[in-house]
């Protein structure tokens, strides 16, 4: 099985996966509890925190656990649910889904799927009160201006959310020169256990999931420690995967300009993320492509997993171009198992594939 869907999951970790089942006493207790066991927990939790705030240069007291960068995001709207809020079109369903639609102003994007500071600074009136935009988008891997959006709004009277999902570990993240008040992430993108996220906040918020006092009263449930010390452990190792997946995908693009496929690359290559490289195939309808790749033992995707397996056009591309090019388009994203023989095994798929190069046969 070769695996090309990253930007939807990492495959997991198998070392540290081991790591935690030979040390399992250190995750037994609940990091609550008060006997041996429980402080056992709590240490690994709150040694997992400080590593995690120190790769996004953060105070570890602004670091929040959650069960997904998912849960992050709606935490942050629940706060501002009855202000008004600026988004883009192009946000994760996370964000898309759960704000009030009548109090949002969504920036527009231009076909290389980038919103503008110029935009937004039209859009921002007196009665914004949050800014909630992606660091770097799921889709096509855009690294969007949300540093130079961050200098502009520091003295503004507006809370600054960035979803950082696609570039923790792949994009240098500093909260301090982002001047952001919050940020979320998501461990399992980077070969961690699934279900757990962080939110970075520096302001007092009111919890989403309420409960018990756990995190300081802002996160209540049973902290996953698990999730925590993997996500804390994959960090460094993923940093030191860039080179690799730089090299990856730069070698699957000289394999598409050798080859005699009818294709364009949506988005701007040049300011993209390395792991991530979506393509319009103008014969060829996704659904399609994604069953014959399938089948021959190759996983991509359409678009965000969030859509529950979906092979509906991505929300994305239909905002940069229209719904006929998000019905001809596929997303490949590259991870640590990835090799340039898995990618010479899929061109040599491609080529049998009719319609790709645009002929009949």
């Known amino acids: 099985m070769i695996y090309f869907d990253y930007a939807a999951t990492s495959i997991k970790r198998k070392e540290i996966l081991k790591d935690i089942f030979e040390n399992m006493e250190d995750f037994d207790g609940n990091p609550d509890s008060l006997h041996a066991l ?10 997992s925190r400080v590593k995690i705030a120190k790769s996004i240069n953060a105070n570890p007291n602004h ?3 959650t069960s997904s960068a998912s849960e992050a995001n709606n935490t942050i709207l629940s706060n501002f649910k009855d202000d008004f809020v600026i988004t883009s079109k192009i946000e994760h369903d996370s964000i898309l ?13 231009d076909e290389d799927g980038y919103f503008s500071l110029d935009n937004l600074k039209e859009k921002l009136t007196d009665d914004v009160k949050l800014v909630s935009l992606m660091f770097v988008n799921n889709e096509i891997g855009a690294i969007e201006p949300v540093y130079e959006i961050g200098e502009f709004l520091k003295d503004k009277n507006v809370f600054f959310h960035v979803d950082c999902v696609q570039a923790y570990s792949h994009v240098d993240i ?5 001047h952001c008040n919050s940020i979320s992430l998501s461990g399992h993108k980077i070969g961690g256990i699934n279900s757990f996220g962080v939110l970075y906040c520096n302001q007092k918020i009111k919890p989403f999931i309420k409960g018990g006092e756990q995190e300081k009263d802002r996160r ?8 925590a010390y993997s996500m804390a452990k994959s960090f460094p190792k993923a940093i030191g995967e860039r080179e690799k997946i730089k090299e990856l995908k730069s070698y699957f693009v000289k394999k598409l300009k050798e080859s005699n496929f009818l294709y364009e690359i949506n988005g701007n290559l040049e300011n993209s993320t390395d792991h991530i490289l979506n393509l319009y195939f103008p014969k060829v309808k996704n659904e399609l492509l994604l069953t014959y790749l399938d089948m021959n033992g190759i996983c991509i995707s359409v ?27 596929v997303r490949f994203s590259f991870g640590f198992t990835n090799t340039k023989e898995d ?4 061109f040599e798929v491609l080529k049998k594939l009719r ?4 002929k009949e046969r």
């Open 38 to 47: 429980g402080r056992a927990g709590k240490k690994v939790l709150e040694d």
């Open 63 to 65: 670091i929040i656990f």
């Open 97 to 109: 889904n759960t704000v009030n639609n009548e109090k949002t102003i969504f920036l527009d994007v």
């Open 174 to 178: 500093d909260v301090e020169k982002l």
């Open 220 to 227: 209540a449930g049973t902290s996953f420690t698990m999730g």
């Open 303 to 329: 678009g965000s997993a969030c859509r529950a397996g979906s092979v509906e056009g991505s929300n994305v591309i239909k905002n940069m171009y229209d719904e006929d090019r998000a019905r001809h388009s």
């Open 343 to 346: 990618i010479d095994y899929t």
């Open 355 to 358: 319609g790709i190069d645009g």
